[in-house]
């Protein structure tokens, strides 16, 4: 019984084994994939046009239109990105410098100013005291001046004795300066005149010693603090000039890129055209690249001069009509954005 068994497994397994031969034959193979067809090129149509400001729809004629693949302009954009972000570096550290130099302007003019202040209170002290000095020896003067005016009208005319009935006081002192010219002689009369005469231009020339000692005194010091007022000056007109630089170099840092600058070393482009009379221009492309389109004109229409400047990018398969107008010009604002927008690791690449 065992060996019949073992028969009948060997011819069971061998006619399966046939079946799956014969089956195996028949089943048909699925032929091999041919390559994909490269897509045909694709019309990119569009019309370059602008409106006034009366609503006047204007069809730019003329107008070169150019198509760049985003590899070629992206390392154009990077360039050119790099170049502006040096400038910018340039103007932030010529910023930091001239806050440096406007703070030591500041810091001069304050040192000024209160060198100034202290200067001036020495000086407002030194001339009190001078005039104390001069009011001290003048008064001295005037009181000897005043004397021997007195003295020269005593020698020179008899003395005129009171009036009515004078006091005792009155009559005595009277006497005593009569009886002192009586004794004198003429000459000695005309000598003590001469002298005191004499001696009075004397202290009358100290006198104005004394006021142009003051003059010259004050019109130094005022010398002086006119240098100090003239270096305060010029501190702070450093100063301003300074900020004002400051202030022009910040307003620069702010400006987006030109667009000039970047217009001026496009490199060539792998398609160009020029619009027809009515504003028509029209590319084929091919349909699973990413492009650039970029077109620029000046014009002068109803006495308004514009200056326009169009950076489109066109996306993978990206179909329809484009229109070229004020609403989508390059704007320094925006230019930033179309930069990042041609770099090789933007979304556009997909």
Avoid at 20 to 42: D, K, Y
Avoid at 84 to 113: C, G, P, V, Y
Avoid at 261 to 277: S, V
Wanted: one cysteine or more; aromatic letters at 8%; a negative charge.
């Amino acid at each position: 019984m065992r060996i019949l068994y073992n028969k009948r497994f060997s011819v069971v397994s061998a006619l399966f084994a046939g079946i799956c031969f014969i089956l195996g034959g028949c089943v048909q193979q699925p032929p091999e994939s041919e390559p994909a067809a490269a897509p045909e090129p694709a019309p990119l149509k569009g019309q370059v046009f602008l409106v006034t400001p009366a609503g006047r729809s204007v069809t730019l004629g003329s107008v070169r239109v150019k198509l760049f693949k985003q590899e070629s302009i992206s390392a154009h954009f990077e360039k050119f990105e790099q170049q502006f972000i040096e400038k910018q570096n340039e103007i932030r550290i010529r910023i930091e410098k001239l806050e440096t130099k406007a703070a030591a302007e500041l810091a001069e003019k304050k040192e000024a100013e209160k060198a100034h202040a202290a200067r001036l209170q020495q000086m407002q002290q030194a001339l009190a005291e001078l005039d104390r000095e001069i009011e001290k020896e003048v008064g001295k003067l005037e009181e000897q001046i005043s004397a021997n005016d007195d003295y020269v009208k005593f020698v020179s005319n008899f003395p005129v004795p009171p009036k009515g009935i004078p006091l005792k006081e009155e009559f005595e002192l009277y006497a005593v300066r009569r009886d002192q010219w009586l004794k004198m002689s003429r000459s000695e009369r005309e000598a003590w005149s001469i002298v005191l005469t004499g001696l009075n231009a004397e202290l009358r020339e100290k006198q104005k010693q004394f006021a142009a000692k003051r003059e010259e005194e004050l019109k130094d010091f005022e010398s002086e603090l006119q240098e100090f007022s003239e270096k305060i000056a010029a501190a702070d007109e450093a100063y301003e000039a300074i900020l004002a630089e400051i202030k022009e170099d910040r307003k620069e840092l702010k400006k987006s890129p030109e667009t000039d600058g970047w217009i001026a070393g496009l490199p060539t482009p792998f398609l160009e055209t020029r619009t027809d009379a009515g504003g028509e221009f029209q590319f084929k492309i091919e349909p699973d690249q990413h492009y650039f389109l970029v077109a620029h004109s000046k014009r002068q229409i109803e006495e308004e001069f514009y200056d326009l400047t169009w950076l489109i990018p066109i996306g993978e398969g990206e179909q329809g009509r484009l229109l070229l107008s004020n609403h989508n010009v390059v704007g320094k604002d925006s230019l930033k954005n179309y930069v990042e927008a041609a770099a090789p690791d933007s979304e556009t690449n997909g």
